[in-house]
């Protein structure tokens, strides 16, 4: 099992960067494949960001955000990154990460068992 926590959220200018991280703190990740996925306002549906497999030979990203966006892992460290670049308001929302051991990678919200509580990413025009 594992317990996912989010950081690296905040503040930026459209065009500046941030860089997400995904703890699992039960030191379990290597087994998981990982999504990042957002919620753009209150009452909106998640939507899929990247995906990256076990080992992060696979990665998969939304349209919007190919080019600009970044997932990657360091399994000795639990952690999963998502680096993002050139920064648009459009990408404002709750960042989460979320994973499962059953899938090579996921996007989709069904496909992920366990989830983190999120971290706020807000870009001012």
């Known amino acids: 099992q594992v317990r996912l926590v989010e950081s690296g959220g905040g503040l930026v200018q459209a065009g500046g960067s941030l860089t997400l991280s995904c703890l699992d703190s039960?030191?379990?990740?290597?087994?998981?494949?990982v999504g990042w996925f957002r919620r753009q306002a209150p009452g909106k549906e998640r939507e899929f960001v990247a995906?990256?497999?076990?080992?992060?030979?696979?990665?998969i990203y939304a349209d919007s955000v190919k080019g600009r966006f970044t997932i990657s892992r360091d399994n000795a460290k639990n952690e999963v990154y998502l680096q993002m670049n050139s920064l648009e308001p459009e990408d404002t929302g709750v960042y989460y990460c979320?994973?499962?051991?059953?899938?090579?990678?996921?996007?989709?919200?069904?496909?992920?068992?366990?989830w983190g509580q999120g971290t706020q990413v807000t870009v001012s025009s």
């Open positions: 979320a994973a499962d051991s059953e899938i090579v990678t996921g996007r989709t919200i069904r496909a992920y068992n366990y």
């Open positions: 039960e030191r379990a990740f290597s087994m998981y494949a």
């Open positions: 995906t990256i497999s076990r080992s992060g030979g696979i990665t």
